[in-house]
């Protein structure tokens, strides 16, 4: 029996989950903390009262002030924030919750399953699977907005689509809405097979996703829009907007915690332009936020721009952008100059995207309530005068999940390369963050960041980078570059770094069938006995770990050249565990191995799943 042993943290009787009084359903809890509607803090109470951060009308917490005490380095002046404590076990007698959410764990050892139609919170079994998730904050939900970023007109109407992942030992029921209409659930279908050989079987509504099943919500494709979608799509127009302009969302419910990611567009290498991102359900999302956008602007495609997008979860969200540089405006986005603060206003599956030639990159976010924040780019040149450019987006986790440690390893070298040299950047949170580099700080790596400040460096890695302390948290991306150098073997692309305080122990991931080449890059967390076996369904347990400073990685493929199975893995749903946290990130590009199967200038990346927690207490106003 495997031992789950990372602890999910919850706050003190935000509910009756503590030993407080009966456990609320969904609607009440949601109604007691502010999750999902109201003025988004956790735990005021105060549902809708438009004001920011807590139902008192001020900035923070609730108590007038920041935090809630008064006291000196806490809120009340300082740019700290009362919030739930970002570690420690806050549930009774001592016991919490496994990572999958189907285990109780007390003093690091599992001593309760809950049944498949129950779930672990704040270290007790519950009848409400979606309220575990809720008050969990991991990439685990019910509720998520998949978000068409911005792409260049020549693949603009191409097909959307998104990725639900059944991680219950029950069927879920999944559903979407685009701008108060429900989709068409003939829309959905669940992938079969790889490359040449896929097909898609039809997703039955009334039955649902069975356990350990994939489907595919086929948004969007507008008519004479290449790629096509191998599925008729719900929509059959363009949902995403061109350049800086207002749009929607679309909102993705299941009964059930899964994992869901969005790919853009679908088709792996018949695309030549994909991006896939982890989406974050909306128990994750936040107030405050640091912009980032993919990289600077394309040189070779002349049209490609940096690009943000804002959603809203709830009517009269009110978003405070403090732009490091002007904002250009248009299309009902107001305009502005560079550090005076502009207020954006959106209703519920509102999006408000900024797409221009300077990134906003370093710049800050405040809202009244909790809302969802995407990077991306219309289109991705790595160098910026490369050959063949990829549209590139990363949902962008809020700053209080961000972290002060994080492991940088590339994905498996292309082509005869040894060690191939990859950019990282580094975006700064606040003023006077210490860097420290093992084994040794990398050519052209800072050594300090200011807030806002963003450093780009090209290195091969691997590396641990890591601030002073909690309260100076930074943000850190890997990328790949294009695909001109190595025969058209992958092309530029980018990933968020996930902190090392925000691994888990669980993973449930899928790796797109049409992609010829599929590495996973993992990294593991001593726990208290060493190095705890990770295992991988396809394979057992991994093997060829290298020492990282604290750490360990491996990388494993799991299909290359021409879709060949590697150590009897192929593309598709998996599932990985251990003892104690690790993390994982996807990469998938083609080459001219496979045959019949174009896959030739692509690739995607994303991490499988991450906690998302608040790890620090850090707020960046604006204004």
């Not at 097909?199 to 004479?224: H, Q, T």
């Not at 294009?482 to 090392?500: A, H, L, Q, R």
Request: contains cysteine; proline residues 7%.
């Amino acid at each position: 029996m495997r031992r789950l042993k990372l602890l999910l943290v919850c706050g003190p009787c935000v509910s009756a989950l503590a030993g407080c009084a009966d456990p609320p359903t969904s609607a009440e809890a949601t109604a007691e903390t502010s999750l999902g509607s109201g003025d988004g803090d956790l735990g005021d109470g105060d549902s809708g009262d438009s004001d920011s951060g807590d139902g008192d009308g001020d900035s923070g917490d609730g108590d007038g002030d920041g935090d809630g005490d008064g006291d000196s380095g806490d809120g009340d002046g300082d740019p700290i924030k009362f919030d739930l404590a970002p570690g420690g076990d806050m549930s009774s007698e001592g016991c919490s919750c496994s990572d999958d959410l189907k285990h109780v764990v007390c003093d690091g050892q599992e001593v309760e399953d809950c049944t498949p139609e129950g779930a672990c919170a704040a270290g007790d079994c519950i009848d409400d699977p979606c309220l575990a998730a809720e008050l969990g904050k991991s990439s685990y939900g019910c509720d998520y907005w998949a978000v068409k970023t911005d792409l260049i007109s020549e693949g603009s109407g191409a097909c959307f689509a998104a990725f639900v992942a059944n991680t219950w030992e029950t069927p879920v029921h999944v559903n979407a809405e685009y701008n108060g209409q429900a989709l068409d659930p003939g829309a959905l279908a669940i992938p079969i097979g790889q490359g040449a050989n896929l097909s898609y079987e039809p997703y039955d509504p009334v039955e649902g996703l069975a356990p350990g099943e994939v489907v595919v919500i086929f948004i969007a494709r507008e008519n004479g829009a290449l790629p096509n979608c191998p599925v008729a799509p719900a929509l059959t127009t363009n949902i995403g907007v061109s350049g800086t302009g207002r749009g929607h969302a679309v909102n993705i419910t299941t009964d059930v915690p899964v994992v869901a990611y969005q790919i853009l567009p679908f088709g792996g290498g018949s695309s030549a332009a994909t991006s896939a991102s982890l989406l974050l359900p909306t128990s994750a999302w936040d107030l405050n936020y640091v912009a980032v956008n993919a990289y600077e602007k394309s040189v070779s495609a002349g049209l490609a721009q940096p690009s943000l997008t804002i959603v809203a979860q709830d009517d009269g969200t009110e978003v405070s952008l403090l732009p490091k540089v002007a904002v250009e405006g248009g299309n009902n986005v107001a305009g502005g100059l560079a550090e005076v603060p502009i207020v954006y206003t959106l209703d519920r599956g509102e999006t408000l995207q900024i797409s221009q030639d300077t990134e906003l990159t370093g710049s800050p976010l405040e809202a009244n309530t909790h809302f969802g924040l995407f990077g991306a780019a219309s289109c991705l040149n790595i160098p910026v005068d490369g050959f063949a450019c990829d549209s590139a987006h990363q949902q962008i986790p809020p700053i209080q999940a961000l972290g002060n440690e994080y492991a940088g390893v590339r994905y498996r070298s292309r082509g005869n390369m040894m060690d191939e040299v990859v950019p990282w950047r580094l975006v700064g949170v606040v003023d006077g963050t210490q860097l420290s580099w093992e084994p040794a700080p990398p050519p052209g790596a800072p050594m300090a960041l200011a807030a806002g400040e963003l450093v780009n460096f090209s290195a091969p890695g691997p590396f641990v980078v890591s601030s002073q302390d909690e309260d100076h948290p930074f943000y850190i991306s890997a990328h790949m570059t294009g695909g001109g150098d190595f025969g058209g073997e992958g092309d530029p692309e980018w990933v968020n770094i996930i902190p090392t305080a925000q691994y888990l122990d669980n993973y449930v991931l899928f790796t797109d069938p049409t992609y010829s080449e599929t590495s996973l890059v993992v990294i593991r967390v001593p726990g208290n006995g060493g190095f705890a076996p990770v295992e991988l369904d396809c394979l057992g347990e991994l093997v060829g770990w290298t020492p990282l400073g604290d750490y360990e990685y491996t990388r494993v493929d799991l299909v290359t050249g021409n879709f060949m199975a590697v150590n009897g893995c192929e593309n598709g749903r998996h599932e990985m565990w251990s003892d104690a946290p690790f993390g994982v990130t996807v990469w998938g590009w083609g080459s001219s191995a496979s045959q019949g199967f174009f896959t030739q200038y692509v690739s995607y990346a994303y991490p499988a799943g991450a906690s998302v927690r608040s790890i620090n207490q850090v707020v960046v106003p604006v204004g």
